[in-house]
């Protein structure tokens, strides 16, 4: 989809800002999967020392 947008417009920059925002997407779903991994498992320690 980006790469046809990116035909059709002029400007060449127009492909490396949507894969930018690809990659960004993807990042911060990794950052949220160990932050929500850290916190079970904090979750988990807790609950054994209850």
Same mark, same amino acid.
């Given at each position: 989809? $980006? $790469?046809?947008?990116?035909?059709?417009?002029?400007?060449?920059?127009?492909?490396?800002?949507?894969?930018?925002?690809?990659?960004a997407?993807?990042?911060?779903?990794?950052?949220?999967?160990?932050?929500?991994?850290?916190?079970?498992?904090?979750?988990?320690i807790?609950?054994?020392n209850?």
């Amino acid at each position: 989809l $980006y $790469y046809l947008m990116g035909k059709r417009v002029d400007p060449p920059s127009f492909i490396p800002i949507g894969l930018v925002i690809i990659f960004a997407s993807m990042v911060i779903a990794v950052f949220a999967a160990v932050l929500q991994r850290l916190l079970q498992e904090a979750i988990n320690i807790k609950s054994e020392n209850d």
